[in-house]
C-alpha cells in the first residue's frame, strides 16, 4: 500500500492520529468512514475538506463510507456550539439529507462496483427501529459518564465557560450515537477507521472505545482507529469558507461558479499557498514549483488562479470554468466588449455583492442626467454635491469611460438593454437596472 498518511502530512490534513492508524493504513486495504451533517440541503466548501480526505482514501486503494446523519441530525452535535441547536423537523432532515447524498454522488461513484467501492450511507437506517430502552441496555451500559464528561466539548458546555445555557441530555447523548455509528459500520462493513474535523475529536475517540467495548471478547473486531484534520482557518483569523454573500456553496443555484471561482481568486498570498496543497490534487513536485513561480512574481497571481482553476473543475465542470474566467476577465477589462457579450444571467453573477438599484426605462427617454444617476436616484453617492464634486475630478466612470456632469445617460448606453454599471475610484461599483 501507498503511505495515505504521509501523502496527507505534507498538505496539512493531520491534526490528531491515534497510534496505530499509520500502520493499518499501509498494511491493507481499509475501510474509512467521515459524517456529514444535514443541517442544510446542500454543502459548503468547508465541506470539501472531508470529500478531499474520502477522495484521497479511494485513490489509495482504502475504501471510503461517506455516512449523511439523518439520526444524529435530528439531535444536533454540540461540538463547537454554545447553544443549544434547533431541532429540524423531519420532512426538512429528509430534504436535506437527499440533498447532500446529492452532493457527495458528484465526487464519489457510489454505484462502482470493485472491491473498494465507496459507500453511501444513512445512520436513520439503523437507529430508526432501535428502541430507548434496548439502546440505554446495550450501548449506554458500556460508556461511564466519567468518560463521557471528560471530552472538551461537554466540559466546556457543563463549566458554561462558552456562555451558554449548559447541555440537554439531548445533545449529552449524541456522542454515545455517534460512537455507535463507529461500531455498526464496523460489525456491517469491517470499517477500522473513523476520520472528521479536530472538533470530532471526542466523539471520534468515543466511536473507537465503544468499538473496543462492544467487542471485548474478540480481539480482532475490537480494532478501531481514529484520525482528524485540522479546522481551515485564514490567515488574517477570520473564517474560512464565507464571502460578502455568505457561505460559499457546492451547489451552481446557491453560489455561482463565477462566485465560486471569484472566492479563490481573491485569497490572500499566506493562503493560497496553504490552500493549494489541502484541496487540489495537485502533487508536491508541481505546488512546489507553484509557489516558487508565485514568489518570483507574486503580482501575477499564479498561486490564486491555479487554485481557483483546480477547485472549479473539480467543483464544477470544464464549460463552468471557462465561462468563469471569461465573465472575470470581462468584468475587470479596460473596455465594454466582455461585458456586452454576456448573457443577462451572466451579468446578474457578475454583479452578484455590487449594490444594484432600479430606474424605470421612462427615466431615459429624455436622457438621465449623472448627479441624478449617482446620488438622487440611486443613493450611490451622498448627495448631488458630492456627485457634482466626484464628476468634477474626473472620479466617476460610466461603463468604464470617465464622465462629466452634463453627460446624459439614454437607453442606448445599456449593456444588453438593461444594466448600467457606475464606479467611483478602483473598487467602488454600482450597478443600475433599468426595468
Known sequence: MKNLVEELRWRGLIHDMMPGTEEQLVKEPTTVYIGFDPTSDSLHIGSLVPIILLMHLRKFGHRPIALVGGATGMIGDPSGKSNERNLLDEVTLNHNVNGIKGVL????DFDAKDETAPILVNNYDWMKDFSFINFARDVGKRITVNYMMAKDSVKKRLSGEEGGEGMSFTE???QLIQ???FYHLNKEYNCLLQMGGSDQWGNITTGTELVRRMNVDNEERSKAYAMTCPLITKADGSKFGKSEGGN???DADKTSPYKFYQFWLNTTDVDAEKYIKIFTFL?????VKLIAEHNEAPHLRVLQKRLAEELTLLVHSKEDLESAIFASNAFFSKDMDGLNALSEKALLEVFEGIPMAEISR?????GLDMVAALATKTNFLASNGEARRELKQNAVSLNKEKVKEERAITTDDLINNQFLLL???KKNYYVIRVV
Do not use: A, H, N, P
Not at 105 to 108: G, I, N, Q, T, V
Open 423 to 425: 464606479q467611483k475610484g
Open 283 to 287: 502533487d508536491e513536485e508541481t505546488v
Open 248 to 250: 460559499v456553496w457546492l
Open 172 to 174: 449529552f447523548t449524541y
Open 362 to 366: 421612462k427615466d431615459f427617454e429624455e
Open 179 to 181: 460512537g455507535y455509528d
Open 105 to 108: 454522488s458528484r465526487f464519489l
